[in-house]
């Protein structure tokens, strides 16, 4: 069985920094591309960033942009976001996500979600 | 970049009604365009991918149509559990993936 699993979120100061991890099993996770997707609480879902199987391709949205890393260690299963200089418009639950093997690129599990508040 | 509009952003509806959703891309994304169901408190689970193949385990009356850039998604006779948020997305971008606004589908 398929299953991601979101660890790191929390409280934290506008300005500082947190990572989040999501650990796969159930698959050959280097096999897959991974993404975070956010989702303001009560709003629409949001792609933040993507990485590719290897780690050598990463791509952001403009408004993380040199805040946040991806980043994954295939002998862990693992997927992170590093978050650095956070702010209030950061606050969001953060799902992980597997890209699908096939054509059509699409999100086929999702993990259950991590809750980072930025406030002072 | 390529935006997605999703429309109605809410809809009431019966148990055993026959509901659409539409979404439309600002320029061509073949059939990259993809479905998911929200329920509150949940993950997304993904309904519909490639416009219209419906993912391993999702009831047949759920289906996904393409015309140009216009996509709909279709649920015949709702059941209860139906009753959620739905949300389409292209990934004609892929890594980069942009999401339609999200239709809340009620009970009247």
């Known amino acids: 069985e398929v299953q991601l699993v979101e660890t790191g979120g929390g409280v934290m100061r506008p300005g500082g920094s947190v990572r989040l991890s999501c650990a796969a099993s159930?698959?050959?996770?280097?096999?897959?591309?991974m993404t975070w997707v956010r989702q303001v609480p009560g709003k629409g879902l949001e792609w933040v960033s993507g990485i590719n199987w290897n780690g050598d391709n990463r791509r952001y949205r403009d408004s993380v942009k040199g805040r946040f890393t991806i980043s994954r260690d295939n002998a862990k299963n693992s997927l992170y976001l590093q978050m650095n200089s956070l702010k209030d418009e950061d606050t969001a639950f953060y799902f992980c996500?597997?890209?699908?093997?096939?054509?059509?690129?699409?999100?086929?599990?999702w993990g259950q979600g991590n809750l980072v508040t930025v406030s002072s | 970049d390529i935006q997605m509009t999703q429309s109605p952003s809410s809809l009431s509806a019966s148990v055993g009604d026959r509901v659409t959703i539409s979404c439309r891309a600002s320029?061509?994304?073949?059939?990259?365009l993809n479905w998911y169901q929200q329920r509150p408190g949940k993950a997304p689970k993904l309904l519909i991918y490639g416009a219209s193949t419906l993912q391993t385990g999702v009831p047949s009356r759920f289906s996904g149509n393409a015309s140009g850039t216009e996509f709909t998604l279709t649920i015949n006779s709702l059941q209860a559990e139906d009753f959620a948020t739905y949300y389409c997305q292209e990934s004609y971008s892929s890594p980069l993936y942009t999401f339609g606004q999200g239709t809340k589908l009620e009970i009247k």
């Open positions: 159930g698959f050959i996770f280097e096999h897959y591309g």
């Open positions: 320029q061509a994304i073949s059939k990259y």
């Open positions: 996500a597997r890209v699908a093997a096939g054509s059509w690129r699409e999100l086929d599990y």
